[in-house]
């Protein structure tokens, strides 16, 4: 079995799991059955997991969103969607490996499909830039939602950055502007968008592909106008006050559903996706076919005012004035 990389608040799992693998070993080498006790401990495991993800805060779930064995775009394309055809570049400067999308059939129906890529090794994620994009990137992913408006077909996003690159060459190539655009465009897109954070939604970077009609979220993803460790390091100077920052910031996928910044909350399998990734894949297949019911006999000025009101009605606040008087 692939040697599997566990958290630090996931400890206790640890030590039950070597029991287990070492129990194997012992039945593997030798004639003795010991299949009922390994049975056991592994109830023993999945009860203790069960246990402790039920009392998640919000930092952990922080962590469970940037797990290793997460699974990425990719993954989800490759699971979830068919006949899938990687398109490339901006057709400006260069093609961004950090974005990911090409044409595709959900359930048979043709459909475009983008998103943010990290990679597994220290290689890919050099060459996707750990999921950061720069300015060609966003404009790959507007080229390719402006191809599927031509042609008429959904758009699909997949969210996965800790934000976008901050880099000199991405700032001496626009990088506000790249963002702002798809921003602006997305607003006006006359075919459905349905997005879905699967781990982290960082900032605008996240935002540059994330205007949509329906908005769903995986249970321990997060997405936030920016990373706890930034917030911390502007309010109290010291990112070791992450922690406290994720509880102040309202990053999880239940805080924001309540809030009505996301549509539908897609649960993950138990001890998270990376878990059970085909699974986890299966769940989110039928979310975005339910998703995708609910816009396709609306007509593009319908989808554009329920778009609009959409995002007019973000925010809460109070009139205290009366108060006052």
Known sequence: MPKRTFLDFEQPIVELESKIEDLRYVQTESAVDISEEIDQLSKKSLQLT???YSDLTPWRITKIARHPERPYTLNYIEEIFTDFV??????????????VGGLA???GMACMVLGQQKGRDTKERAERNFGMSKPEGYRKALRLMK???KFNLPVFTFVDTPGAYPGIDAEERCQSEAIGRNIYEMAQLEVPIISTIIGEGGSGGALAIAVADQIIMLQYAVYSVISPEGCASILWKTADKAQ???DALGITAHRLKALGLIDKIVNE???GAHRDPRQMAIFLKRALGDAYRQLADLKPGELLERRYERVQGYGRFTDTRAEHR
């Open 86 to 99: 990687e398109l490339h570049g901006d057709r400006h400067f260069a093609d961004d490996l950090s974005i």
């Open 269 to 271: 399998p138990v001890g």
């Open 50 to 52: 069960k246990e402790i």
């Open 244 to 246: 406290e920052a994720a």
């Open 105 to 107: 059939r959900l359930n």
């Open 147 to 149: 191809l599927a408006e």
